[in-house]
Nanobody, 116 residues
């Protein structure tokens, strides 16, 4: 079992920045790719960014150039630095981890609200 705990969400003005963190605990040795997804009200959950254990990253087109995902394998923590935030970035952000051949784990979510 893996537990994921997110932190760092909140209210920010358009153009501002936030940094999300996700700390994994439990059987972390089997974690491969970690990532962030988000779900806005009335919309489906969508991928924001992923990062492999080796550091290979992938981003949604809507966040390229504004968001940066990073990972500290020693601390079992993944980060999402979000810059130039827009109102359309408002959503609940979820941490995600792939474990072993096919197990997936989710965090409880953290609210990000971009509003003036």
């Amino acid at each position: 079992q893996v537990q994921l705990v997110e932190s760092g969400g909140g209210l920010v003005q358009p153009g501002g920045s936030l940094r999300l963190s996700c700390a994994a605990s439990g059987s972390t040795g089997g974690i491969n790719t970690m990532g962030w997804y988000r779900q806005a009200p009335g919309k489906q959950r969508e991928l924001v960014a992923t990062i492999t254990r080796g550091g290979r990253t992938n981003y949604a087109d809507s966040v390229k150039g504004r968001f940066t995902i990073s990972r500290d394998n020693a601390k079992n923590t993944v980060y999402l630095q979000m810059n130039s935030l827009k109102p359309e970035d408002t959503a609940v952000f979820y941490c995600h981890a792939l474990w072993g051949p096919g197990n997936a784990y989710w965090g409880q979510g953290t609210q990000v609200t971009v509003s003036s």
